[in-house]
């Protein structure tokens, strides 16, 4: 049997963070929670591609 093409990734975050998305979501920008951190993720992700240097924690 072949697997998903997702992992499934847990943490947690500040409750001002998840209000923060839940805005977003609830602003129509995204359609869920997931989608919102996947893109986040993407961000990050593609800031390491270009070279930027990353620091330590998220903030709001």
Known sequence: MRK???ALIT???PH????E???LVNSGQFESRSD????AIGLLLSSKLK???LKGEARI
């Open 16 to 19: 001002e963070m998840a209000n």
């Open 51 to 53: 070279g930027d240097e």
């Open 36 to 39: 919102a951190i996947r893109y």
């Open 21 to 23: 998305i839940d805005e």
């Open 11 to 13: 943490c947690k975050v």
């Open 4 to 6: 998903s093409g997702t």
